[in-house]
Structure formats: C-alpha cells, structure tokens
C-alpha cells in the first residue's frame, strides 16, 4: 500500500477528485493549506495599506491506495491538476505499513 500525498491549486480540486473516484480511490482527506514556494508571493493593498502575501492558498489531497493503482493514481493527479504554470503543485508518495478500520477492525488492504 502507498499513501499519496499532493498540494494543488483549489480550483483543480473537483478535477483531481472526480479522476481519482473513476480510478476506484474510494475515500481521500482534504486540508485547506497554504504554501510558499517558486510561485512567491504577492502583495495587496487593504484600506490603503500595502502589504506582502507570502503564502499562496492551496489543498492537500491525501489517499492511501493499493500499490498497484500508484502509478494511475499519480498521473490521475498530474494530468487534472495541471495548469502549466509555475504553482500547480507537488506530489509526495510514501510506503504504507498498515491501515486500520477502526469500526470493524480491518486490517490492510480491506481496510481500504
């Protein structure tokens, strides 16, 4: 089992998430998050003040998938969240040890 993790801009999010229901990812976490990174940030004016945003507004994107969905599952994510510009985002990949159900005590993939 791996667990995926990946940063993208919000408005690709109902994109990423439709492609990876069709692959069969039945649940995943979303967290409202900010980033810092190439894309820099910029700086808005409030009530005639100026003033510097370095943290741009992202969505982290995290699902434990069988291993043998990753490679689909990553390119899923590539493809929806692609806009070609510099800020569409990153995508982590980790092994996975064990997952749990806790309500029924499932263990594995068919905790899944």
Known sequence: ???????????????????????????????????YGRQKGHTEVYRGAEYAVDFRP?????????????EAVINAIREKANAGSIGDGKIFVFDLENVIRVRTGEAGADAL
Not at 58 to 70: F, H, M, Q, S, Y
């Open 1 to 35: 089992m791996k667990y995926v993790s990946a940063v993208i801009r919000p408005r690709k999010l109902d994109d990423v998430r439709a492609a990876l229901q069709a692959l069969g990812v039945s649940g995943l976490t979303v967290t409202d998050v900010r980033g």
């Open 58 to 70: 992202k969505v982290k994107i995290d699902a434990a998938v069988p291993a043998e969905l990753l």
